[in-house]
């Protein structure tokens, strides 16, 4: 059961809330027909009724792929680099004997039916980052929230489309200065924290004022363990509900 927070607390409802079930880490994803963010995992995850949790990559051509790495060669076999890559030429490649998802086909397949977290991974390219996120984004009906290790995007949202939900991922390791300058610059709607941070005392003080999420549940001990200091999960493997 979740801790109870004081009536001091000023949080709103979370829009994002995705129930008991939580989010599914890089969706549903399970051995070589199941990989990580690849249709058949995001897919898996909307048939659970859990939310989506994924990863976001620019290609060379301003394109969104769902793709957690900076190149292909875990997943793929090849050292091609995303971000230097344009789209076209990244059809060659497969995850789960399927092509790389974009962006737009996530959405398309989604479709509102379950609350989606968009990890963007910046590489230092937040400048063109922006507009081709809210180009992908334009017309989707559903409901997501867009977040990254990075402050400068959440800063860029703000700035530019306040009305996205916007959230800051913090690791347990990042020392308590850049931690409060971080969260100062996103000045973000929600927080993804590291499991491992869970019993801290600037976990408890952020939750007093919007949604904390813990990342990532890999177990059924860890989702015992977190499940009291956060308002959900981010879980893959035996960490499912």
Known sequence: MRSSRSAADTRRPDPLDPGPVGFAHRGLHDGAMFVENSFRALAAALELGAGIE??????A???LIVFHDADALRLCGSPTVIGQTKLPDLAR????HQSIPTLRQLLALVDGQVPLLLEVKIDDRYWRFGPALL?????YQGTFGVMSFDP?????????????R???VVRDSLPPLRRWA???LADPHFLAVDRRARERAWVARARRHLPVYS???RTAAERAAADPFADALIWEADGRP
């Open 166 to 168: 916007r959230g800051l």
């Open 182 to 184: 971080a969260v100062k």
């Open 93 to 96: 490649f497969t995850v789960g």
């Open 61 to 63: 051509d301003n394109q």
């Open 135 to 139: 180009d992908a984004l334009r017309g």
């Open 54 to 59: 994924c990863d976001l990559r620019l290609t």
């Open 215 to 217: 990342w990532t549940i």
């Open 152 to 164: 400068r995007l959440a800063r860029w949202l703000k700035t530019n489309a306040p009305l996205i």
